[in-house]
């Protein structure tokens, strides 16, 4: 059993869950995942990692609440455990020397920019980040994102803290400055890192994404993930989950992001079903 150590509430229906899981931290690197089973009869589900630290022998995640299966694991508890942690899966990020970096965040996109950043940071990069989130109090690991970062712009969507605007308007201020970034990576929902790549082609500005949002199985066997990334296909558990974010297909990927979404508003009905206490017992109304 991998026990919770630690649990922390980010923002509505987003947790920090430190996990006891010595072998994975170990031989973690920014970038991988891992893929959890809560319970024996539980869904598997790849999750970015947040953290990692092998002297303890703990792995953290960060969780949203999303649907049935997301639920479950967020309200986890100090404690309570996942019979299955399998990982570090996936091509960990190529951290290296490059100069002036930008590394974007959008959402809980943060949590797995998080440790890029550092090992970016380390490697002797200048790392400027820009985080985004719609509002305020939907906005996660500043500080954490400032103690790796050289500079830290946050922008959010009614304006009610940074600068009012999008991750692109972030880029833009950077690039106002007369700083042209060597590299920018971006994690965040599909439509964000498609702006981003969107707006950085004409700058050729090399822009690496995290396609993790399709993944399912994570492990290439179900082609749920399949990508075209420059005219060939790809998956991101097995390929990626970065990618040259110039050569992504990202309209295409939407759509099979989109595949399930019946099936997951099937599981949220019934997870208000399971947890609801207005009596309905009906899964929605």
Known sequence: MYQVVRKKSLADAVVLLEIKAPAVAAKARPGEFIIVRQFENSERI?????????EKGTVTLVVQDVGYSSALIAQAAPGDGFVDFVGPLGRATEIARYGTVLCVGGGVGIAPIFPIARGLRAAGNHVV??????????LILEEEMRGVSDEVIVMTDDGSYGRKGFVTHGIQAVLE?????????????????????AFTRPFDIKTIVSMNPIMVDGTGMCGACRLEVGGKTRFACVDGPEFDGHLVNFDLAMKRAAFYKGEEALAKRQEHALTCDCGCGKGGH
């Open 177 to 197: 400055r007369g700083v042209k970034p060597d590299v920018i990576w971006a994690i965040g929902p599909m439509i964000m890192m498609k702006s981003v790549a």
């Open 46 to 54: 790849p999750l970015t990692m947040m953290d990692f630290d092998a």
């Open 129 to 138: 980040s820009v985080l985004g989130a719609r509002s305020r109090d939907l």
